[in-house]
């Protein structure tokens, strides 16, 4: 019932969930971004990454 | 203070909101009589103007204020706003289309509307539609507190600078209560882009030339380490992490539970691109991770810093505004942010007044007609705001403040009935009902015995600081699912009025 494009859409809007959560992996300074700690640049690269990521789920959804 | 060509073009950019804001009357024009074509433009936005128009939700007065405020003075912790939006249009993605289609088949213009049918409750659903009003109001009141850190950062100095602002402030609500009677929910998305291109000049402006003129985040780092101050602003304290993660889960929660949310959703004129706008709309969100980190590089500019430090936080950005750009770009991104405050109190006073005459008024006196129902509701929209502004001047602004860290949670509280109803009509209305009282009664004890006079919406338990709305959320799910269970039990079986079709497509 639910078909293939629906989970692997779903599991696309995960990602960032996953990336999110583990937040030891990006409480740190190091390596900084000109003087910025990668705490705050990596949390704003992955909004860009989740817009990629939730367009091609969108695209997956569309398509039905 | 703002000098006399930043005030010109401040005032002048405003002439051009407000013609937008009328002129959105006669643009797509409809039958402004109808509800849905006053209160969701007709359902006729596409992929870029929905886009603009939730951005405008996004991005408004106060976060642009409130967000870089706290970070400057609780440090690392008040960016989990990054985060939040990016899984606040996940949670979007999930809803928002079920949401839009059930809507368009069955004419529904608030999400009260649907639970009412979902589990046959109009109780539920009133209950629903006054938590949705309760908690726009203070989000109303939010955005004039917003505007007037621009005023005071553009009058500094003035004698009766108090005074101005409030007449200002006035002025500019009497011209947004006329245009959003006249024009509805076309002129808040035609201003919405007009306010965005502002902000966007703002955000990239500020980004490029403060880190090249004062030696940037190295710089704001090395003056914060100097300061010794008592908040952590490099990386996140190892105590706050649950903190951290349950203020952005739950604030991703009940985004779109917030009736301008939803408002703005239905909105669209098509599923796939309400889609469309959604999963593009993270990129706004690295425009609010550069506000957020203004916050931060306020410390790089003492004169900026100067002015921080003696009127408070609040005006980190308007200071951080004015002492590094020229007059004329400081009057045209201060506008950016004055008029940020305008348009979301626009569609937040809309989306409350669809509420409050969809699913209470007609509820107790369902003889009216559509054209009633919309002109009270013009008339409603046009109330709300005067009662945020009369709100804001008469008690201090950390009141406002306060209620709406109570209005967060009180609306995580609508969750069960809205979102898990679109996926399924297994809940019972009465243990729905049980469990959302549960929520309310836990998350306003939480709040009020820990958050006040904190101004914190966080609450203790035995793994640390944790977001009250997610608890509560918790409790409600627990009751919502065990009275559920009970009911099924007893034999009581929900009777849905949507079928299985008007989900599908």
């Known amino acids: 019932m639910v078909s293939v494009k629906s989970i692997l859409a779903g599991i696309l809007l995960l990602i960032p969930f996953i990336a999110y959560f583990a937040i030891p992996t990006y409480n740190k300074v190091e390596p900084d971004l000109g003087g910025l700690p990668f705490f705050y640049w990596y949390q704003t690269l992955w909004l860009a990454i989740s817009t990629i990521l939730f367009s091609i789920a969108a695209l997956l959804l569309a398509r039905r | ?505």
């Open chain 2, 1 to 505: 203070m703002l000098g006399l060509a930043g005030i010109i073009v401040f005032i002048a950019l405003f002439i051009v909101f407000i013609f937008l804001g009328f002129y959105g009357a006669f643009w797509r024009k409809g039958n402004l009589d109808l509800l849905h074509e006053w209160g969701l433009a007709g359902r006729r936005l596409g992929t870029v103007l929905v886009w603009f128009l939730m951005g405008a939700d996004l991005y408004t007065a106060y976060t642009f204020i409130a967000v870089p405020s706290s970070l400057y003075a609780k440090g690392a912790i008040y960016f989990f706003a990054v985060p939040y939006v990016s899984l606040t249009f996940a949670i979007a993605m999930l809803t928002m289309p079920k949401l839009w289609i059930v809507s368009r088949n069955r004419g529904y213009v608030t999400a009260a509307d649907f639970v009412k049918d979902r589990f046959n409750s109009s109780i539920l659903a009133a209950l629903i539609a006054l938590t949705g009003v309760v908690a726009e109001l203070p989000y109303i009141a939010l955005q004039i507190v917003g505007m007037k850190s621009v005023l005071q950062m553009m009058l500094l100095g003035i004698g009766n600078a108090a005074l101005v602002s409030e007449i200002s402030l006035i002025v500019s609500f009497i011209i947004l209560a006329a245009f959003t009677y006249t024009s509805g929910l076309r002129g808040a998305a035609l201003t919405g882009v007009f306010k965005d291109i502002l902000i966007w000049i703002t955000v990239i402006s500020v980004i490029v030339i403060v880190p090249l003129q004062y030696g940037g985040f190295t710089h704001a780092f090395s003056a914060i380490n100097a300061a010794n101050l008592s908040a952590r602003y490099d990386t996140l304290p190892n105590n706050l992490q649950i903190a951290y993660w349950s203020l952005f889960l739950g604030s991703a929660l009940a985004l779109y539970l917030y009736p301008h949310s939803i408002n703005g959703s239905l909105s669209a004129d098509d599923k796939n691109r309400l889609m469309y706008s959604t999963a593009l709309l993270p990129i706004y969100g690295i425009g609010l991770a550069i506000i957020a980190l203004f916050g931060i590089l306020v410390y790089a500019v003492p004169n900026a810093l100067s002015v921080v430090s003696k009127y408070g936080g609040a005006l980190a950005v308007p200071a951080l505004i004015t002492s590094t750009m020229p007059d004329w770009a400081a009057g045209i991104m201060l506008l950016g942010i004055f008029v940020g405050g305008l348009v979301p109190a626009a569609i937040m006073a809309i989306a409350a007044s669809n509420l409050l005459v969809r699913n209470v008024i007609k509820e107790v006196n369902p003889s009216i007609t559509p054209k009633g129902e919309t002109t009270l509701a013009k008339w409603i929209s046009a109330v709300i705001k005067f009662l945020a502004l009369a709100f804001v001047f008469l008690v201090p602004s950390t009141y406002a403040i306060n209620l709406q860290l109570l209005g967060g949670i009180l609306i995580t509280q609508t969750l069960p009935a809205v979102f898990l109803g679109l996926y399924t009509k297994w809940f019972n209305p009465w243990a729905l009902t049980a469990g959302w009282a549960t929520g309310i009664i836990s998350g306003t004890y939480m709040f009020f015995t820990f958050g006040l006079p904190r101004a914190t919406s966080l609450y203790p338990t035995p793994f640390g600081l944790m977001y009250a709305a997610v608890i509560a959320l918790v409790l409600n799910l627990v009751v919502s699912v065990i009275g559920t269970l009970i009911a099924s039990a007893l034999g009581f079986k929900t009777k849905s009025n949507i079928s299985a079709e008007d989900l599908k497509r």
